[in-house]
C-alpha cells in the first residue's frame, strides 16, 4: 500500500503562487508515475500534471502550461506542485495520486491512479 498526503493549500489572491506537496510513504521502493488532478464544485475532477518516476517526463493540462510546475524529489519521497500566476478559475481541491509503473511512464488519466490523498483546498480570490 502507499499513503498519499497534501498540504501546502490555502487562500491566496489572483496572481499569487503556492505550492502544494504530496508525501508518499508506505511502498515506496516500487516505481511510480506521480500525477495532481483538480475538483472544483459540480465539476468533474480534472488532471492538472503529471511525473514520471525518474522526473525526465512531465506533461500538463493546457490550462496550467506556463504557470504550473511540477516536480518530485525522491530521496524525500515528495512530489510538489508550484503554481504560479494563479487564477481564480484555479480554485477547487487539489488532489496528489500515485500509478504504480515503470521509471519513465507518466498518465494524464485519473482512472489509471492506483492510489490518491485526500485532498487539499486551494482559493483563488479575485
Known amino acids: 500500500q502507499v499513503q498519499l498526503v497534501e498540504s501546502g493549500g490555502g487562500l491566496v489572491q489572483a496572481g499569487g503562487s503556492l505550492r502544494l506537496s504530496c508525501a508518499v510513504s508506505?511502498?515506496?521502493?516500487?516505481?511510480?508515475?506521480s500525477g495532481w488532478f483538480r475538483q472544483s464544485p459540480g465539476k468533474e475532477r480534472e488532471f492538472v500534471a503529471t511525473?514520471?518516476?525518474?522526473?525526465?517526463?512531465?506533461d500538463y493540462a493546457d490550462s496550467v502550461k506556463g504557470r504550473f510546475t511540477i516536480s518530485k524529489d525522491n530521496a524525500k519521497n515528495t512530489v510538489y506542485l508550484q503554481m504560479n500566476s494563479l487564477k481564480p478559475e484555479d480554485t477547487a481541491v487539489y488532489y496528489c495520486?500515485?500509478?504504480?509503473?515503470?521509471?519513465?511512464?507518466?498518465?494524464?488519466?485519473?482512472?489509471?491512479?492506483?492510489?490518491w490523498g485526500q485532498g487539499t483546498q486551494v482559493t483563488v480570490s479575485s
Open positions: 495520486a500515485a500509478k504504480t509503473t515503470s521509471w519513465a511512464v507518466i498518465s494524464t488519466r485519473s482512472h489509471e491512479y492506483d492510489y
Open positions: 508506505g511502498r515506496t521502493f516500487s516505481t511510480y508515475a
Open positions: 511525473i514520471s518516476w525518474s522526473g525526465s517526463s512531465t
